[in-house]
């Protein structure tokens, strides 16, 4: 899901040359998931877990940030 976000982020920029800033944010949003996996899979639930809350709350003000933008008028 991280891979598709990125890439999705990039083809909405470049199409358009908008703000690269959710490339940037996709990027560090797939960097945290590949670290989660790896939290996961040694087992370091000291690090996994609060990883985990971090990345969701990540998210949440991410959704709620493009909520408010999509609630703009279009001029």
Same mark, same amino acid.
């Given at each position: 899901? *991280?891979? @598709?976000? @990125?890439?999705? =982020?990039?083809?909405?920029? &470049? #199409?358009? !040359? !908008?703000?690269? *800033?959710?490339?940037?944010? =996709? =990027? ?6 590949? *670290? +989660?996996?790896? @939290? !996961? ?7 996994? /877990? ?14 709620? +940030? /493009? &909520?408010?933008? *999509? =609630?703009? #008028?279009? &001029?």
């Amino acid at each position: 899901m *991280a891979v @598709l976000h @990125l890439v999705t =982020a990039v083809l909405v920029w &470049r #199409p358009g !040359g !908008g703000s690269p *800033a959710p490339i940037r944010y =996709a =990027a560090v949003f797939m960097g945290l998931t590949l *670290a +989660q996996i790896a @939290l !996961g899979i040694a087992h370091l639930t000291v690090l996994h /877990v609060p990883l985990g809350v971090l990345m969701f709350g990540m998210s949440l003000l991410r959704l709620s +940030q /493009v &909520r408010k933008g *999509a =609630a703009l #008028p279009v &001029r």
